[in-house]
């Protein structure tokens, strides 16, 4: 996204850019005490975090980015948005700018990316930082759409005018509100419009193409038996877009996971809810860290 646009964006007090490695960055940064990592999901931005920030800023040291081709971060390498290539780039942009995370909270997609980060012992206490995942999509889609998914994905990414073609088809307000009500999640107006204008630019579709069409998940999941971190995974039990039992089984393959439900949340539970969010995020970090 331009830019230009960034002080009509949620937290944009907050926003700055960070150059390198590889990418120009967008980051929201703000507070102090124990950092807390914060990593939206494909085809989101910082703004899927934008009440939890300030909240959670109270206490802590806060820390949201974009993800590589999405939101206001720009690509520096378009090979670059696969799972581990993303958490690498990550990781270096935290050594670069002195961030050690104590916990790093990923939505969706971000979860699985937080765990491939914690997996490279960013924390300052000598292990893996905690990790919480709000709905993780932590499995392969089944089935001839495991197969046909990532092939279509690759196809869109290199095709000239995809990411137009589909940006102008999709923001159309009342397809967002249709797309949105499909994942299980009811926003309000504002969240409906910020995704209006996410999905309308054509370089953040571009850019969550190029991170489907590279996602490869199969090497994490086999090593989630092995994962250093504790892992707290949060649920929307009316989530259609990843199932709940995609965290529970997840779970019970991992040494030190804990899994809390929603029942009446959808897969944007964090923004349908963040009150109870931030109780819940709060009381696992003081119970985790402190």
């Not at 378009?78 to 916990?103: F, N, S, V, Y």
């Not at 009500?181 to 370089?203: F, I, K, P």
């Not at 899994?259 to 009446?264: G, I, K, S």
Request: proline share 6%.
């Amino acid at each position: 996204m331009d830019w230009a646009h960034i002080l009509t964006w949620p937290n944009s007090d907050l926003s700055r850019r960070g150059q390198g490695p590889v990418h120009r960055w967008h980051i929201q940064e703000s507070g102090v005490g124990k950092t807390v990592l914060m990593l939206h999901g494909a085809g989101g931005s910082t703004h899927s975090y934008r009440a939890l920030i300030p909240a959670l800023a109270q206490n802590h040291h806060v820390v949201a980015l974009d993800l590589p081709g999405q939101g206001f971060t720009q690509l520096g390498a378009r090979h670059r948005c696969g799972l581990d290539r993303m958490a690498k780039d990550i990781g270096k942009l935290c050594a670069q700018e002195g961030w050690t995370p104590d916990a790093i909270i990923g939505h969706s997609a971000g979860a699985a990316i937080a765990l491939r980060l914690a997996e490279n012992d960013l924390s300052p206490r000598g292990h893996a930082p905690l990790v919480i995942g709000i709905n993780a999509a932590l499995a392969q889609f089944k089935g001839l759409a495991g197969f046909l998914f990532p092939v279509m994905a690759k196809a869109l990414a290199v095709l000239p005018f995809t990411a137009s073609l589909f940006s102008g088809a999709s923001s159309n307000p009342e397809r967002i509100k249709t797309l949105i009500g499909s994942t299980g999640s009811d926003l309000d107006a504002e969240g409906l419009d910020l995704y209006r204008r996410l999905v309308g630019d054509r370089n953040h579709v571009d850019g969550t193409l190029l991170m489907m069409a590279q996602w490869a998940l199969d090497p994490l999941l086999s090593r989630l038996p092995d994962h250093p971190s504790t892992v707290h995974f949060i649920v929307g039990e009316k989530d259609t877009t990843v199932p709940p039992d995609v965290s529970e089984k997840a779970a019970s393959r991992m040494r030190n996971a804990t899994l809390h439900h929603f029942a009446e949340l959808g897969h944007l539970a964090h923004e349908e809810d963040p009150e109870s969010f931030v109780r819940l995020i709060t009381d696992i970090i003081t119970k985790e860290l402190d």
